[in-house]
């Protein structure tokens, strides 16, 4: 079952201690590798949180990995709303549309208050290399 699949799956080791990351959406690459849309995270020393967009990419023959690439923060975005003053610095991946024209676009919640895209390169062609 799913599950038992889920259970079992190893764990990257991707950031030190003090950091964390999170899959937030998969996309099969040209090549047949994985590509990961995801969040990485941290609390700076008065206790606000950091979350940043991400991507990295899982060879599935090998069951090698990338690290993480941070390809988004909340200052690329429009100044905005937060719901409160420690999580002004957050965005959360919410998808990414890749374009036939080599770019993307990331969709994201910002500061936990709105929604925003931004539009890039296609951060998961090096990937596809």
Not at 77 to 89: I, V, W, Y
Request: charge should be negative; include cysteine.
């Amino acid at each position: 079952a799913t599950h038992e699949k889920i259970e079992r799956a190893p764990l990257f080791d991707h950031c030190p201690e003090d950091l964390w990351v999170g899959a937030n959406e998969a996309h099969y690459l040209s090549n047949g590798k994985i590509g990961v849309l995801g969040h990485i995270a941290e609390f700076s020393a008065d206790g606000d949180r950091h979350y940043y967009s991400m991507v990295f990419s899982i060879d599935l023959e090998t069951g090698s990995s990338t690290l993480p690439e941070v390809i988004a923060k909340r200052s690329d975005f429009p100044s905005g709303e937060t719901k409160r003053p420690d999580l002004q610095d957050v965005i959360f991946s919410g998808g990414l549309q890749r374009l036939e024209d080599g770019n993307a676009r990331l969709f994201a919640g910002l500061s936990d208050a709105e929604a925003g895209f931004l539009d890039m390169k296609d951060p998961f062609l090096s990937f596809e290399k």
